[in-house]
């Protein structure tokens, strides 16, 4: 029985150096060698080095010149993510539902049929950097108004940023809406109050 | 749609196709054949029997294996609990997290070192890095490498003539972290890098987003964790919304690596036994026969979700893409719920979306995987479990005939057979009397709402979140209904021990089965034999498994998700 303890605890004293060091070390410096971006968090900086955001974390955005992401049931906290876990009858989840689906009509002067139900249901970690090309096209006539622009520069915009499905069937077509505004930004210039800010 | 079902066809089809390669490569791990790794890994895994001064030949009976088993286990939960509990002390916490509480850690530990990896804290909040590295990622390597150990032992003793020894736990035990999931993990572990999952020291980044607010976001040492807690059916995340949390799973790719990540080992360990009995058919026997539960499983699943929520079709938007509420536009909704499936069957638990936010049916789907929880159960104690229905079947099909029940030239005895209830009795027991002692407390208390504020959803679909906690802890699984308020004394204490039990009696009894098994001389068989690679004995395993693997959770079935389905329409 000592003889087990004994073997027991040298066993995990190794692996637990194996598996928690030596596995964590490869990784991370393979990381940092191949792939230094995408292993700090594919950080998006501006040219003074602040960090403006991560390519796949959204964030909130509420400007008429700017897209809107998902919903998000933890407001784009990104140190403490997290869905709804509304389940499908729950009334507080229907009544949510509904008044982002009034304030969107609202907003954008377009009637239900034309919302797609990603843009009044939260995503699941809250984080969610994608809206269907469907819901970049609902907010286009509203950003291209509120930027003075013609809706068709804003549209060709949106599509050079809209991925398609991978193979074409993998996963679904999508727009990154940070990275979609950053070229908002980039093109037509920042919006009025903004300009002093620094451009990435 | 049609769209959703090429995807969802196309990532089962690729992971079957390469499962044999898999499964011929731990045949030969477990067999002592050469592979091409060997130059690689085999320095390795001596390097870690001597440091641990393991003698490689001396040769364990059941008791023995399952005396090292527990041992080791015990010795890992205490380490990993001081470190949880200490963690503030600790270094690499850069984010400065706390101390876990005792309940909490209780819960915690029981789960990773049971390889469920239910999860009541959150992690970018609950754990430092050095706890998410020396705890959870190491706890993921070795405790999937200690299901398959045990696994591999039982096929040992199916396989074996008058065999009193089952193997050496620790060289298993080895070999399999070593061996099959160290190199699988590394590899998933780049490709996660590539696509965009952070592996970096350096704590939180503070931001300055677009609009001017600030927004800080948690990153962490991801990748190693994520891609072990695929392959090793852990499923435990490194942030709280798992792998629907972008870091985890940021791209389509990712998502078809991930998914392929948690059925491989499970689907190829069905070939291994194949090779390992030494009769192919068989495996292709219990291969067809899971797929013929998978499948449909997978298809009702994706039916529902892609269909949608009535409740917000009768609000007029549209919803052609399915319920979306808790799901990612990256992954969609079909390749969500093929997700939901596979790693409920399996024992994994990893999410891509939320299953509480799901329809009432299609949140029903993950529950039946757990329920039945032997479909490609792989390297929890889901393989074990297929056994265990495996000695049901030939024995119910043996009384049919009116002959002793034999399973590869052994005959089945009463010894077996009880063991074989005791651990096929005790899943449906842990979650049917631990829903109803909650259900209980819940209905008895007070003002429940305010007082114990576990539910997030009221009616039927409170209910299912917590038959869902308790299928979930006692099928090894950890995925959840992640509206029940967990993190309390009563749930971390009633399910760390749900999950204990569930853990090791599926281990210890059919290992004392192998055991019985192995010493038995195997006859040649006759005509007059049950085959058992035969599509009649198929056919039988399927209907014992249906029968009797979820006709006796009918009754909660209809109280929790199909009343809520009926009320929705």
Redesign the interface.
């Known amino acids: 029985m000592a003889q ?2 004994k ?10 150096a ?4 030596g ?2 070390a ?3 410096a ?2 940092q060698a ?2 230094p971006a ?6 998006i900086r501006r040219a003074d080095g ?14 008429p010149e ?1 897209f809107e992401a ?1 919903p998000s049931a933890v407001d ?15 009334l507080d ?2 009544a949510a ?2 008044e982002r ?1 009034d304030a969107l009509r609202r907003r954008e002067g377009v ?8 843009m ?13 090309p ?1 819901a970049a096209a609902l907010q286009a006539p509203r950003i291209a108004a509120s930027r003075g622009v013609s809706l068709t520069r804003v549209q060709e915009i949106v599509a050079l940023h809209t991925e398609p ?2 193979l074409g ?4 077509e ?1 727009v990154n809406v ?1 990275e979609l ?2 070229a908002l ?1 980039e093109k037509l210039g920042p919006p009025a109050e ?1 300009v002093n ?1 620094e451009r990435p | 749609m049609g ?1 959703e079902y ?2 969802v066809g ?2 089962v089809l690729f992971t079957i196709a390469t499962s044999f390669v898999v499964g011929r490569y731990m045949f030969k791990v477990f067999g002592g054949g050469r592979t091409l790794l060997d130059p690689l890994l085999v320095p ?1 895994e001596r390097l ?1 029997l001597r ?4 003698d490689p030949e001396r040769q364990q009976d059941w008791r023995q294996y399952s ?2 088993l527990l ?2 286990n ?3 939960w205490v ?1 990993t609990f001081a470190i949880v509990s200490l963690q503030k002390l600790l270094p690499l916490n850069p984010d400065g997290i706390g101390n876990m509480e005792p309940t909490l850690a209780f819960n915690t530990i029981s789960s990773f070192t049971t390889n469920t990896n239910l999860q009541h804290y ?1 992690g ?2 609950g754990l430092s890095y050095f706890s998410q ?2 705890v959870i ?2 706890l993921q ?2 405790t999937a490498a200690t299901g398959v150990a045990a696994c591999v032992a039982i096929i040992r003793g199916l396989a074996g003539n008058r065999l009193a020894s089952l193997g050496n736990f ?1 060289v298993d ?1 080895t070999r399999a ?2 061996r099959v999931f ?1 190199p699988l ?2 590899v998933v ?2 490709v996660l ?10 704590g ?10 600030a ?5 962490g ?1 991801v ?2 964790e994520v891609s072990i807690k695929q392959l090793g059916t852990n499923g435990g995340g490194y ?3 798992n792998s ?4 985890e799973n ?4 990712s ?2 690596v991930e998914t392929w990540s948690i059925a491989i080992i499970p689907m190829a360990m069905v070939w291994t036994l194949g090779y390992m009995v030494r009769r192919r058919r068989l495996a292709l026997v219990i291969f067809l026969t899971m797929l013929a539960v998978y499948l449909p499983l997978v298809i009702f699943g994706v039916a529902q979700e892609c269909r ?2 009535p ?2 079709a009768a ?5 052609s ?1 399915g ?10 909704a079909g ?1 969500s719920a093929l997700w939901a499936v596979t790693t409920t069957v399996t024992s994994n638990g990893s ?4 299953h ?5 049916l299609g949140g029903l789907a993950p529950m039946i995987g757990m329920w039945l929880n032997n479909i490609f159960g792989g390297v929890g104690v889901g393989f074990i479990n297929m056994l265990i229905f495996i000695i049901v079947a030939v024995f119910v099909a043996g009384m049919m005939v009116g002959r002793t029940p034999e399973f590869l030239g052994k005959k089945v005895e009463a010894r077996e057979m009880k063991l074989a209830s005791l651990a096929l009795l005790w899943h449906p027991l842990a979650i049917l009397v631990g829903t109803a002692i909650a259900a209980w407390v819940w209905a008895t208390m007070a003002d429940p709402g305010t007082h114990l504020a576990w539910l ?6 409170g209910f ?1 979140e917590m038959l869902y906690e308790f299928t979930s802890a006692a099928a090894n699984n950890g995925s959840g ?3 029940l308020g967990d993190n309390t004394p009563f749930w971390n204490i009633a399910t760390g021990l749900v999950m204990l039990l569930s853990r090791y009696i599926p281990i210890v009894a059919p290992l004392a089965l192998a055991g019985a098994l192995a010493a038995k001389p195997a006859a040649p068989e006759t005509v007059g034999s049950l085959r058992a690679d035969s599509a009649t004995f198929g056919f039988t395993l399927w209907a014992v498994i249906v029968i009797l693997g979820l006709l006796m959770f009918m009754p909660v079935a209809v109280l929790g998700p199909i009343a ?1 389905h009926l ?2 329409q």
């Open positions: 087990e303890l073997q027991a605890v040298l066993f995990t004293l190794v692996t637990m194996l598996f928690g060091g596995y964590h490869a990784l991370w393979i990381g191949a792939f995408q292993a700090e968090g594919s950080l602040t960090v403006v955001g991560s390519r796949p974390i959204a964030q909130k955005f509420t400007r700017y998902r784009y906290n990104a140190a403490s993510t997290g869905g709804s876990n509304w389940g499908p009858s729950n989840h229907l539902v509904r689906l009637a239900a049929a034309q919302v797609p139900s990603e009044v249901t939260a995503s699941g970690a809250g984080l969610d950097p994608h809206i269907p469907a499905p991978m069937f993998l996963g679904r999508r940070l505004n950053l930004d903004a800010q | 769209a090429v995807a196309f990532t390795i870690v440091l641990s001064r393991v005396l090292s041992i080791s015990v010795v890992m380490a959150s970018e909040t590295i020396f990622t190491f390597f070795v620790y035990l972290s070593v160290l993990a590394l572990g780049v890098i590539w696509q965009g999952t952070p592996v970096t020291f350096e939180a980044v503070h931001v300055t987003t677009l609009e001017g607010a927004q800080v976001i948690a990153r040492v990748a190693p942030f709280g919304p629907a949390h972008p870091y940021p791209t389509p790719l998502n078809f949608g929520n409740a917000i609000l007029g938007v549209e919803q893409t319920s979306m509420e808790g799901k990612e536009v990256r992954h969609g390749l999410v891509n979306a939320m509480d936010s799901m329809t009432p997030k959803n009221s009616g039927p679909h299912s209904f992640e509206g809520e009320a929705l």
